[in-house]
């Protein structure tokens, strides 16, 4: 099971050096998300980069179809193939802040043209286990390497056609892990307007224990506060070396 870390965009180059030093050696690999929010900021992929370079990480980075074309989605999955980025997650984002949306590729059309072109970059896209099992059933269908899974309350949401996926495709499945300290979970689900579980540091063991098996890596957020994203990443590490040390007993 990896771990992945959510790594907010910055333009600045001290806090985005800052954070990829705190949290060195934690994550398998960084992910970046695209202007948050539909608000800019650096782009994912310079940012991906940057961090997944100082923290030793693979690098993925989120791209927003929802601001460009055709021609600038070619330009960006080059950027990342160039970069070495691991892969990129393709999604309609956030209405923009600035301008109008260009809305001009689905997220289906985005990846058959990225495929046709022969980019050496895994293709990510965003898995919502609130949907209906067909619609979900037709997402995993598609030519997508892994996905983000969201609004994940139990684990009996990964069975059935995502489990079928794995199996018959090799999709990896990668859900969403809400971080946050006691005093700010109450913000953070408000601010996710209750479409997300939130949990504490201390809850990933066992959040982690009870998704073995059903998925491919947790990916880590905790959007608002850089020190406890850290506390959380030490507590999945440790976590997954009790896992491993836990199958190999077992093994014995």
Known sequence: MEIWAEVSPSKNPAKV???????????????????PLGKPSAHAIAVSYLVAR?????????IRLLDINANALLSLVGAAQLLGLRGVVLLQGDPPKYGRSVAELSTEAAVKLVKSKGLRVELGAILSLAKPVEEQAKRLAQPIDFFL???????RQLGGVVQ???RRWGKRIIPYIVIAEA??????????RGH??????????RVMKELVGLVDGVLVSSPLSEK???????????AKE?????????MD
């Open 17 to 35: 050096a800052a954070v990829a030093r705190s949290i060195r050696g934690l994550p398998d690999v960084v992910n970046v998300p695209e202007a």
């Open 54 to 62: 100082e923290a030793v990480a693979h690098g993925v980075a989120n």
């Open 149 to 155: 899974a969201t609004r994940l309350w139990s684990p």
């Open 164 to 166: 079928e996926a794995r």
């Open 183 to 192: 005093d700010n979970r109450k913000l953070l689900y408000e601010t996710l």
């Open 196 to 205: 997300q579980p939130v949990y504490e540091p201390e809850d990933l063991p």
């Open 228 to 238: 406890t994203l850290r506390e959380a990443l030490k507590a999945a590490k440790e």
């Open 242 to 250: 009790e896992l491993v040390i836990g199958k190999q007993a077992a």
